[in-house]
């Protein structure tokens, strides 16, 4: 309370405090009284300084959405309604599955590893595991593989329908742009309402459901964010609410830094904290700038031997990815062949006789056409890629169909097949050192190349096979290493374990 009152004394306008579930958070709002039961609820009490203003309680949403996360791990599913089908951590274990038996690191959902699934005591605390278990990806791809009737989720229905809902609700409270934001009639909380209504009237038991205090916990944040919304909107004239300013990330990751910064000791005491904290806030006073328009000058600078142009020159992404469109140019001069690509959508609708990696490729290739459309500049050129549809028959196109919002494109299906050739011959050779060599030479010498601009054909070509494999090669390094990063620092642990 004294460290509001001076904030407030000093010209800072407080409007809430942010607070994790500890048992002495919890005792606090307890004085202050407030309560997030199903037909009690109080989110806010009477400001200290100005008895016309509110001061709202927060819990912290990423913290929320672990604890949801780690009560479905622990009790393996959980139950929305006594005529509902359970939410359960066993579909989630299907889809990994599933993903881990596709080619050279793709997947439906790409990022979730076997980190996300087996937790420990380290990664039960890890706040982006869980929110990527909760996502609209995940969600879809639920959908997607239950849809192609994958053993095990015919049941995943309620599942699915949970993902979405954790993930809305989320996405409610850790708005980051201003078109995003609550609304003062927003429906975000009614379905938890529910479920906390459907335990008190005995319809499912207490290890289907929370834990008490997150419900409560989720019943306050979710009030105070749209009350403090509505009141910064209408009463201080805001023009918008981020509302993931209500969370405790920045607090976190000064947290984080601090421990960075003292190297093997990543738990300081006070007298360490202090000085790194000094240390810290001289760096940056005396760091140059990274990003601004300014230089450090001297007065009698040494003229140097190699001047700092000519190693960028030499090092340059952009001279490296010029020489190698050049040389795939010349190895594929005489080899395409000037053909027009007909744009044809009409098929029999049977999504079960496209293959997974083959929907994964489409999908992947509509992202690949985006990237040329902004490298090409001839018209001609753009329009043959992509299909002028928003929902597309073809068989692979399930997954994009899943997806789309009205934003991915629908590749042209004879640039597809193209592609998937290209990714076939990248998979043969996906763990070898010069990848990217072998790659080409094996399309060249054993796919049949085709483009209907006879103009552009070379440069453009060129461009999308290259951009392909290097897009494919940088995805597939990121899968390999995110498994060494967390062999490392498992080996790190272990080490300060050991005395030498």
Partial sequence: MKCIILLEKSGTIIHGIISDGATTNRKL?????IAGKLNDTKCSFIHPLNDNRKFFVFSDAPHLVKNIRNRLFNKKQLKLNHDVLSVKWEHFEILHNNDSLLPAGLGVCSRISKHHIC??????????LATQIFSH??????????????????????????????????DAINRRFPTEGLRSNSKDFEWLNDWEDAFTKGCISEKDILSKSTFEELRVTLNSTIQLSKYLLEKCDFKYVLTNKCNQDALERFFGTIRQAGGQNDHPATPTFLQLYKLLSLYSILKAPKYENCVVEDDKPERPLISVSYIKYIFTKEAKQNSLLEVLKQKLDGLVHHEQWESCDIVE???????????LIYYVTGYLCRQIMKYTKYDSCKNVFTAPVTYSQYYEAQLVNYKTMGKLIHPNHNFF?????????FCRFASSTDVYEKTLTYIIDHCYFSFPCRMHKYEVFSYAVNYYIHMRMRQYSFQMNKELDKTNATKKKIAKLVHS
């Fill in 417 to 425: 097949k193209l592609i998937r050739e290209v990714e076939s011959a």
């Fill in 137 to 170: 990806s995940m969600a879809v791809g639920l959908n997607f593989y239950k849809n192609r009737k994958t053993k095990g989720l015919e049941d995943s229905g309620s599942t699915i329908g949970f993902y979405f809902k954790i993930n809305s609700m989320f």
């Fill in 349 to 359: 609708h049977d999504y079960m006789c496209a293959q997974v990696v083959d929907c």
């Fill in 29 to 33: 709002w307890s004085e202050f009284g």
């Fill in 119 to 128: 937790l420990n005591s380290a990664s039960e605390m890890s706040v982006s």
